[in-house]
């Protein structure tokens, strides 16, 4: 083997070292960014939709207090408006399940989704104005605030989670940081000991003829080159 091919071959171990520490750095990154994704598939869609659904009910609310002050037309139609809406959101939420207790959550929802449905339906069966506001402050309202607070329960566990991941993202994040700046010492470590030491063995032949012809030089005719 030739000195240019020695030489070459020293350099493998630090290639070898930056190859491993890119690889690590690619699945330590690919993880990161799993978990993210993880945050937004599991709980956004969540929180979306009980923020839309809460959106809907407090309409259906001001639909009613339109009934109540006498704009009936007005107050029929949007809260007819809202209906489908609610629905759409209310499914959604029910296919996504991610979090503990999140399922009796979304339960209790679709029951007090459709108790106010029901109450909402026989408050519209009244037509005198007195009897309209007096079934609402009886039934409605307390139904509607059963469904809000059913759509909050699970917005804030949802968002509780969104928390939670993220402090768990941070840290492996801070992880990943400690993870990488060992790495690129061990690597930079490893490469440079390994490429010394082979550099050496490679030079240690011009070595040991360089100090052969200098001690011809010198007059030392016995000197002699041996190289293994």
Do not use: C
């Not at 990154?29 to 929180?47: H, I, P």
């Amino acid at each position: 083997m030739t000195l240019r091919s020695r030489l070459l071959l020293a350099q493998a171990p630090l290639v070898l070292a930056l190859l491993l520490l890119g690889a690590l750095a690619v699945i330590t990154l690919a993880r990161v960014g799993r978990s993210g994704q993880q945050v937004l598939e599991d709980n956004y869609r969540s929180v979306l939709a009980t923020q839309r659904i809460t959106e809907q009910l407090e309409r259906m609310d001001s639909a009613a207090l339109f009934i109540v002050a006498g704009e009936r037309e007005r107050g029929v139609a949007q809260q007819a408006s809202q209906r489908p809406t609610l629905e759409s959101e209310l499914a959604i939420q029910q296919g996504n399940i991610t979090e503990p207790g999140e399922a009796d959550a979304t339960r209790r929802l679709h029951a007090a989704w459709g108790k106010y449905q029901t109450a909402f339906d026989a408050f519209l069966q009244e037509r005198d104005p007195e009897a309209s506001r007096a079934r609402y402050f009886a039934s409605l309202s307390p139904a509607f605030q059963e469904a809000k607070a059913a759509a909050s329960a699970i917005l804030a566990l949802n968002q509780d989670a969104m928390v939670r991941k993220s402090d768990r993202l941070r840290h492996q994040s801070e992880q990943v940081n400690t993870l990488m700046a060992l790495s690129v010492m061990a690597a930079l470590g490893f490469g440079l000991f390994f490429t010394t030491s082979l550099v050496q063995r490679a030079l240690r032949p011009v070595s040991v003829l360089s100090q052969a012809v200098r001690r011809l030089g010198q007059g030392d005719g016995e000197a002699r080159a041996v190289v293994e």
